[in-house]
Nanobody, 116 residues
Framework: QVQLVESGGGLVQPGGSLRLSCAAS????????MNWHRQVPGKERELVAA????????NYAESVKGRFTMSADRGENKVYLQMNGLKPEDTAVYYC?????????WGQGTQVTVSS
């Protein structure tokens, strides 16, 4: 059974940092494109960061470039999203997503709230 379990969300003040983790089981992150998305109620889900774990190439949404960094630990079968310089507009539920040739999996999401 495939599971993606996110953790690390919470409440942080503007300018602060959080590190999200996504633990994958039942699949190998090296055979999937791993992504982080976020969603605010009433809005469409937004792709924040994408990582090709095989090649190590990353892409970021313009709104988070220079502030967020996505990485992977192949041995632990985990991906991370380091978020620095957080802004109130980063408040959302963040989802881990694994996309393979014939597969598509989502985590349950973790809430990130940026507020003073």
């Amino acid at each position: 059974q495939v599971q993606l379990v996110e953790s690390g969300g919470g409440l942080v003040q503007p300018g602060g940092s959080l590190r999200l983790s996504c633990a994958a089981s039942g699949l190998a992150i090296t055979s999937h494109f791993m992504n982080w998305h976020r969603q605010v109620p009433g809005k469409e889900r937004e792709l924040v960061a994408a990582l090709s774990t095989a090649g190590g190439h990353t892409n970021y949404a313009e709104s988070v470039k220079g502030r967020f960094t996505m990485s992977a630990d192949r041995g632990e079968n985990k991906v991370y999203l380091q978020m620095n310089g957080l802004k109130p507009e980063d408040t959302a539920v963040y989802y881990c997503h694994a996309r393979g040739i014939y597969s598509d999996y989502w985590g349950q999401g973790t809430q990130v709230t940026v507020s003073s």
